[in-house]
């Protein structure tokens, strides 16, 4: 079966650096997304890997190793509007996106 | 970038009555939308695959003589939960795929918030 598994809830202070993982297993593999969803908001785009490596995009990152099924999304700076939840999708052969149940991001002064 | 809206964002209801959702996208082609239903504090469910011009595809479980999706033309895909039920209220997201853009990015409506009492 396709399952994408990513911690539940984390914890950061503002100002420091945060690291969601995300590991997957899907049936082919077209791209794995991350969006940010506020609560009671749509999700919002957020990075987009299809090759192993690292794209930064200002104080976010993402992170793809296929061999691994894994990435993940750094985020740096911490700003109290981060908190939020953070979902990983990967896109499967049949270009359907196949979601992570989503990590809930706490900021703390 | 590519917009989507939805209308309505909020709609309340009385049980046995039906709904309807319109998603449209703004300032794009979208040969195929997809609805989602998120229920609080968990991720997105797909319900449906919908495609113009033929008929949706829907997810196991989903029942589609409930959820009646129609996407008649490129812009726009509507769902109507038939006989609403409280255990129908929940946030319905649409998204779009705009298959001229790399990486078939999907873009999400904002979202409408459906009660049902």
């Known amino acids: 079966g396709q399952n994408i598994d990513q911690p539940t809830e984390m914890t950061a202070t503002e100002g420091a650096i945060v690291q969601i993982n995300c590991t997957y297993q899907t049936s082919g593999f077209n791209g794995l997304f991350w969006y940010q969803q506020h609560a009671g908001e749509a999700p919002t785009f957020l990075s987009y890997?299809?090759l192993d490596g690292l794209e930064e995009k200002g104080r976010f990152s993402s992170f793809l190793s296929r061999s691994k099924g894994y990435s993940y999304l750094l985020l740096k700076e911490l700003q109290m509007k981060d908190s939020a939840s953070y979902l990983c999708a990967v896109m499967d052969s049949n270009y359907q996106l196949i979601w992570g149940a989503g990590t809930k991001l706490i900021i703390k002064p | 970038g590519a917009v989507v809206s939805q209308h309505p964002s909020r709609v309340i209801c009385k049980s046995g009555t039906s709904v309807k959702i319109e998603c449209r996208s703004l300032d794009f082609q979208a040969t195929t939308m997809f609805w989602y239903r998120q229920f609080p504090k968990q991720s997105l469910m797909l319900m449906a695959t919908?495609?113009?011009?033929?008929?949706?595809?829907?997810e196991q479980g989903v029942e589609k003589d409930k959820f009646l999706i129609n996407h008649a033309s490129l812009t726009l895909s509507t769902l109507t939960v038939t006989s609403a039920h409280p255990e129908d209220s929940s946030f319905y997201i649409c998204?779009?795929?705009?298959?001229?853009?790399?990486?078939?990015?999907?873009?999400f409506g904002p979202g409408t918030r459906l009660t049902v009492t």
């Open positions: 998204s779009a795929r705009d298959l001229s853009g790399v990486p078939h990015e999907q873009y």
């Open positions: 890997n299809v």
């Open positions: 919908s495609n113009e011009g033929s008929k949706a595809t829907y």
